[in-house]
């Protein structure tokens, strides 16, 4: 089992490598179309390798809807089976992270949730792998306030770390019936840059594939870099349509990303991590091309 891993991950990496090489080549041939479309001096670092550059580009076809980077690997097969997420929390939870977990349950569905106990990381995505489990989220808190959340993809990555902010429980929402089970649609709203879709595609993952006449929408909306996650029901009355939230309701803003799994540690490789103290970062927008 352990050799398979291992074989499974270096032939993951090995992948990886190639398919980031073949975008910095894709990268260069368009840095020289581009040059040439605009009638302006080849880029310093391509001129050397310009004749050969042209000559590729004679053949270059790139399908529709195909973005050319496959850092998303691990999501090829995706959508064929129900994804089997698992919730967890850190250890000596309070009473409002369980039962925050518990309904995190419900806004996934399909998830289940796991006490942590004495646990080490090590030993519970060992135990996930085993079960064929293809998400680990782990929960944790600040003096009972959710404050975090781990999602890690089995069996090779990537894994996701948010700050989670604003938990409003579903009696706290107030006005609401039994908890909808149907696989929900998604709307993900303005994560429209090479790192928003990253993000949309790690939580889109987490859902199975809805019924077209499923009632329920999940929505991932982004403003200014903080993705707002509500859930609602709606009904059709005639020609209008009500809709109805059922929660939970909490906030998410990614800081970091690494293309390893969460027992790994330091020792993935970092994909993406927030830099808030540079001079330049109250003015970007990363999770958003405009």
Same mark, same amino acid.
Not at 31 to 56: G, H, I, M, V, Y
Not at 209 to 232: G, W, Y
């Given at each position: ?28 041939? =368009? ?36 973005? %050319? ?17 698992? #919730?967890?929390?850190?250890?000596? /939870? ?25 646990? =080490? ?16 989220? #782990? ?15 089995? /069996? ?16 706290? #929402?107030?006005?609401? +019936? +039994? ?6 649609? !998604? ?35 982004? =403003?200014?870099? #903080?993705? !707002? ?14 809709? =109805?939230?059922? +929660? ?11 293309? %390893? ?25 990363? !999770?958003?091309?405009?």
């Amino acid at each position: 089992q352990l050799r398979r891993q291992a074989r499974e991950r270096r032939e993951y990496l090995q992948r990886r490598a190639k398919e980031q090489q073949q975008q910095r080549q894709r990268e260069r041939r =368009e840095s020289l179309k581009r040059a040439l479309d605009e009638n302006r001096l080849l880029p310093t670092e391509l001129r050397r390798e310009a004749l050969a550059l042209q000559k590729e580009l004679e053949f270059d076809f790139q399908a529709p809807g195909e973005t %050319g980077d496959s850092q998303d690997d691990e999501y090829r097969w995706a959508g064929l089976e129900p994804p089997k997420v698992m #919730v967890t929390t850190s250890r000596d /939870p309070s009473a409002r992270l369980r039962l925050f977990a518990k309904e995190l349950c419900l806004l996934l569905p399909g998830a289940r949730r796991m006490n942590r106990g004495r646990a =080490e990381l090590g030993a519970l995505v060992a135990a996930c792998r085993a079960a064929g489990v293809t998400d680990l989220l #782990v929960l944790h808190e600040t003096r009972g306030r959710p404050d975090g959340l781990t999602v890690s993809h089995l /069996p090779h990555g990537p894994t996701a770390h948010f700050t989670l902010s604003g938990a409003v429980l579903r009696q706290e #929402v107030g006005g609401l +019936g +039994g908890a909808p089970l149907a696989a929900p649609h !998604l709307l993900l709203l303005r994560l429209d840059s090479t790192l928003g879709k990253r993000v949309g595609t790690i939580l889109k993952h987490l859902f199975p594939v809805p019924r077209p006449d499923s009632r329920r929408v999940v929505t991932f909306a982004n =403003e200014d870099d #903080v993705i !707002l996650v509500r859930n609602h029901v709606y009904r059709r009355r005639g020609r209008t349509v009500e809709l =109805e939230e059922v +929660g939970p309701r909490f906030q998410l803003r990614p800081y970091l990303i690494r293309l %390893g799994t969460l027992e790994q540690g330091d020792a993935a490789d970092v994909e993406w991590r927030w830099h808030p103290y540079t001079a330049t970062a109250p003015k970007r927008r990363l !999770l958003s091309a405009t």
